[in-house]
């Protein structure tokens, strides 16, 4: 009897140290989260000398200054999570949300590019609105839901482009492109299907009859949404895998356009007509046309090293929610847009 008395004192005392373990590690992580949005926060009302620059386009890291590099262009280009037509909405939140969003960095005297997959739910100091669109401030929330406090097309682009400009160090971005769900299988079959290999267990479990791990598949049609936009909410980290799926698949789509555009110069056109019927842009169609031949034109192949993911930590309360390592994020922007001020 005593030794069961004992058998059980040491479950009880093992149980007890378990939940306070447990509670101390998500207190932690608590303290963690609450501390990189008090960063956030002191950062957008910081006011000093830097402050100044950046609104002469000058950014200083590790003491030395930087100007805007003029050869380089920054495009914005937002995904976003509706079917049909992208009409004007008069509620705030009816538009969608920017479910993918990725920074074009055009270096316009050498015709090459890198691209920076910019997660979804980044928290950042966005505008937010009321149900009737009236503006009540400013919150620290995901990135993604600066687009729907907007109109659902061009006051949507423009939010999100303030928020990610204000995220990136003051960054001017110098043009964007919206396009919905409904875009998807039409640039993919429009350069003839993109092959892609599932690398992504998430993916294959959604889908086994489609999609086989290790298998090459050629994506076409419906198959490609399918694809680049599951991810299981009840996850944790499910969007920064799918975004890591979205990178393989990019990089394989503009393999195959330039493939594409080799054997029948009326893929660019093709590309670009369906941009302007298709996509919210505050860009001409001569702009996006040097943009997509200079891309398709150049020699050089887009490697893994020209599509750059953001390090930084993940914290799951309600939404997802993901704060990127400054400091490198820092250098990211510095090392693609600016160079050293004369």
């Known amino acids: 009897m005593r030794k069961q008395k004992m058998i059980r004192w040491i479950a009880w005392a093992v149980a007890g140290i378990a939940c306070v373990a447990g509670g101390i590690h998500v207190y932690q992580k608590y303290q963690e989260r609450e501390a990189a949005i008090r960063a956030i926060e002191a950062r957008d009302q910081a006011k000093s000398q830097e402050e100044e620059d950046l609104t002469n386009g000058i950014l200083t890291w590790n003491g030395k200054k930087y100007r805007r590099n003029t050869a380089m262009r920054a495009i914005l280009c937002i995904g976003v999570d509706t079917k049909g037509e992208m009409e004007a909405q008069n509620v705030a939140g009816k538009g969608g949300d920017a479910d993918a969003l990725f920074l ?52 949507s682009c423009e939010l999100t482009v303030g928020a990610l400009s204000k995220l990136l160090f003051g960054l001017q971005i110098d043009g964007y492109f919206a396009v919905n769900m409904d875009s998807i299988p039409y640039f993919n079959d429009a350069v003839g299907g993109v092959p892609i290999t599932v690398e992504d267990e998430m993916v294959a479990e959604k889908y086994p009859d489609d999609f086989k791990m290790g298998e090459t598949v050629t994506l076409n049609g419906d198959l490609t949404e399918k694809y680049v936009r599951f991810r299981d909410i009840n996850e944790d980290g499910s969007a920064t895998v799918r975004l890591h799926r979205q990178k393989g698949y990019l990089k394989s789509f503009i393999q195959k356009a330039k493939e594409s555009q080799t054997a029948d110069k009326t893929t660019i056109t093709r590309l670009v007509d369906g941009i302007q019927e298709k996509a919210i842009t505050n860009m001409a169609k001569d702009q996006y046309m040097d943009m997509g031949l200079a891309m398709l034109n150049s020699p050089k192949t887009m490697e893994d090293g020209d599509f750059i993911e953001l390090s930084g930590e993940i914290y799951q309360g309600k939404f997802e929610e993901f704060y990127p390592d400054m400091d490198e994020l820092k250098e990211i922007v510095i090392n693609l847009f600016y160079k050293e001020k004369a």
């Open 104 to 155: 074009v960095a055009q270096d316009v005297a050498k015709d090459e590019a890198q691209i920076v997959l910019i997660p979804r739910n980044t928290m950042t100091e966005i505008e937010v609105f009321d149900y009737f669109g009236n503006p009540i401030g400013t919150e620290t929330k995901q990135l993604t839901l600066a687009y729907a406090f907007g109109d659902g097309r061009e006051k």
